[in-house]
């Protein structure tokens, strides 16, 4: 790439030299999320009947107002700084005024609704949203449509003050419309011009619009009429030939697939942006060639997060605020950090470090992502996979035009199967890893349309030499017969799944969901669930129903070959590998260092002998002797030989 092209320069070089903060760090901005939910005789109308039991029961409003409700459940706990609101729009009923500073008076809001505001949801905004769902008649009387047909602009203006006075310094905001009108203002081009203007104001304001069409039966939802008016994008966030098409839902009763369900699965994956594991990274393709990317840790485990300390011996819950401080044994004075010396142990002596001088040590230059070479992807073993593997995906902040060349480069990967090999830092002062850089294609759901695997490239952390371990020179290997190797591959054709796919975002994590559910009823002041749903739970009666015969024949047969293999070889007899020429090696036994005496210890490290004990009785002898036993086998050792040098 010559250097003269501007369109590749840094946007900022000035800032090159100030790029030592730490980029891994979790992004905190908060979300905000406005629902904004139509309220007309369509969406009202129940689906066609079906004697399908999947068959849908509730209205498309019903279905959204029950999707905001279940949204606010799962996020009232798991992401409790983040606001939320439900706006009913196309109602007879109106609720939501401001104080209009000219007039001293009020401004109305005709036709909109604000079920709920846009807040940090409590336990009175769920009880509310709950109470709609469970009593019809609350919700007949609230659910009622206005004779008068949807003023679009009229809405993105209400959702733009909802906006600004309740989430004014929020960097994500989110407008989620669920309607089924594709053209509200056919016959209006005032209108229509008026809501591209308010949403235009939306668009500067920061707030994304993202839209939900509802497809009825007899009719589908076309966007090309109104709303690619109305819904802006950023070409920054476009992603080139990455990005996903949009969806529509449908509403019917006999199609076995749940609107609501759907609504959840897709608001879930767009309420709220990823969180970047680093951002604005340098990708250096080739010599004085770099692109900038952003990278994600998508598969991380999810696990209850404690929020505060909360102290329960007083009247009332109280906040505990943690201080720790490090105090000297003898004085019980505090230790400045001054005073505080890091050392290294080598021949016996300790070798103290200043902080930049560990710096200096640790540091392997600026974080970054090099190539070094590409090969096929064939040449890269099964084995290979020692850590999770880290999402990067393309980022114009940095560099001007890096989609496209990421684009080019994941083209080039996919279409001749190959990798890239890099010099990967994630962060500073962060050792360096060797990567394979890996494309992934987008695979989308075939029922429900959404993304399952996201396209882009993957940093596949490879094995340095001490990584690899290499197997035991005496294996016994067992092999079954090829009867019972044909029953048991009858009875896993018996329990495939369907279409032979494992879906793991069927199958909640049931610690995590019991969990919530425990803070959900403690909050909302509901009986506490007594037994907790685990959908991991094997189905034992199918599964019995399915293969049973085949499981007690497979286990039949195992106990013949089991009674075989012990009248050949004899019970409980060790025995080494057939293709084995020497004799046997026999284990050399060391004995324990529990009841050793000082003088002995000290005699087998100075023999070296050390090594040969297990971790188990090296940690069992630390533990005895009041001193830290975590840490791997050449730590424990060290920490023994020094117990022996100070004593």
């Not at 498309?60 to 706006?87: E, N, W």
């Not at 001088?357 to 090099?370: N, T, V």
């Not at 279409?415 to 890099?422: E, S, Y």
């Amino acid at each position: 790439m010559a250097e003269g092209n501007e369109s590749w320069k840094n946007k900022d070089d000035q800032e090159e030299d100030e790029e030592d903060v730490d980029e891994t760090a979790y992004t905190t901005q908060k979300d905000a999320v406005l629902f904004a939910i139509e309220v007309s005789e369509s969406m009202l109308a129940p689906p066609p009947h079906s004697d399908s039991k999947k068959s849908e029961t509730d209205s498309a409003t019903a279905a959204a107002i029950k999707c905001a409700y279940q949204i606010m459940q799962q996020r009232i706990i798991s992401h409790p700084k983040d606001k939320m609101g439900v706006l009913l729009f196309g109602t007879e009923k109106s609720k939501f005024e401001e104080r209009d500073d000219n007039d001293n008076g009020n401004v109305t809001y005709p036709h909109c609704y604000l079920l709920t505001d846009l807040t940090v949801p409590s336990a009175a905004d769920v009880k509310a949203l709950k109470a709609i769902v469970e009593d019809e008649d609350e919700a007949q009387s609230l659910l009622k449509p206005s004779e008068e047909p949807v003023d679009m602009p009229n809405l993105l203006f209400c959702a733009n003050q909802i906006f600004t006075r309740g989430a004014p310094d929020f960097a994500s905001r989110r407008l989620f419309i669920i309607t089924d009108k594709d053209d509200p203002h056919s016959a209006n081009k005032a209108l229509r011009s008026s809501a591209t203007v308010r949403a235009k104001d939306l668009y500067d304001l920061g707030v994304t619009i993202e839209l939900f069409p509802i497809s009825h039966p007899d009719h589908k939802f076309d966007r090309t009429k109104f709303y690619d008016d109305i819904i802006y994008r950023d070409p920054a966030d476009d992603g080139g030939d990455l990005a996903t098409a949009p969806r529509d839902f449908k509403s019917a009763g006999g199609d076995g697939i749940s609107l609501l369900n759907d609504l959840i699965s897709d608001i879930n994956s767009k309420q709220f942006t990823k969180r970047a594991l680093f951002s604005n990274m340098k990708f250096e393709i080739g010599p004085e060639f770099q692109i900038s990317v952003k990278g994600y840790n998508l598969l991380q485990p999810a696990k209850p997060a404690k929020q505060d300390w909360v102290y329960q011996g007083g009247e009332t819950n109280q906040i505990v605020k943690p201080e720790s401080a490090r105090l000297n044994d003898d004085d019980t004075k505090p230790v400045e950090k001054d005073e505080i010396k890091k050392a290294y142990k080598f021949g016996g002596t300790q070798i103290l470090f200043t902080s930049e001088e560990q710096e200096k040590l640790r540091s392997f230059g600026k974080p970054g992502i090099r190539i070094i070479g590409f090969k096929p992807q064939s040449m890269l073993p099964f084995w290979a996979s020692v850590k999770k593997s880290t999402f990067i995906y393309p980022s114009e902040e940095g560099f001007v035009g890096s989609s496209r060349v990421f684009s080019a480069l994941w083209q080039k990967l996919v279409k001749n199967k190959i990798m890239g090999l890099a010099w990967f830092i994630a962060r500073q002062n962060s050792s360096p890893t060797i990567v394979a850089i890996l494309p992934s294609e987008e695979r989308l759901s075939e029922n429900t349309g959404l993304q399952l695997n996201p396209a882009g490239l993957w940093l596949y952390p490879l094995p340095f030499a001490d990584d690899i371990r290499e197997a035991p020179d005496q294996l016994t290997q067992v092999f079954s017969p090829d009867n019972l190797t044909n029953e048991m591959r009858t009875v896993i054709k018996q329990l495939q799944l369907p279409k032979g796919i494992y879906d793991p975002s069927k199958y909640p994590n049931p610690s995590l969901q019991w969990h919530y559910k425990i803070l959900q009823a403690i909050a909302l002041e509901e009986d506490i669930p007594e037994t907790p749903e685990d959908k991991t739970v094997p189905k034992y009666r199918q599964v019995e129903k399915r293969a049973g015969e085949y499981i007690h024949n497979w286990g039949q047969l195992l106990e013949e070959a089991t009674n075989v293999y012990r009248k050949e070889h004899g019970s409980g007899a060790k025995h080494e590998r057939a293709d084995s020429d020497g004799p046997v090696k026999k284990k050399v036994k060391t004995e324990g260092l529990d009841n050793v005496g000082d003088d002995e210890l000290k005699k087998i490290i100075s023999t070296g002998k050390l090594a040969k004990h297990t971790v188990a009785e090296l940690k069992d002898l630390l533990a005895a002797k009041g001193l830290s036993n975590s840490g791997r086998k050449p730590d424990l050792i060290e920490r023994i030989e020094q117990w022996a040098d100070e004593n």
